[in-house]
């Protein structure tokens, strides 16, 4: 079984990065402007970050 703080952060990231996926959509298929002022390059950066997080906590390298 997962451990409580890990299925937590899991949560966290997947709710993080799935507002990035959703501004993704608004920016590039929709063509919509941001609302917060973040560009597509910004928005591909925090992405590719936070999966880089998250394969850190999955691991457990990560402080609990």
Known sequence: EMPKWLEFRRVLFRSR????????????LLGKPDTVGESIQDTYSDL???GIIAQIVSRGKWGK
């Open 17 to 28: 990065m799935n507002d990035k996926i959703n501004r993704l959509k608004q920016l590039v």
């Open 48 to 50: 590719s970050v936070y």
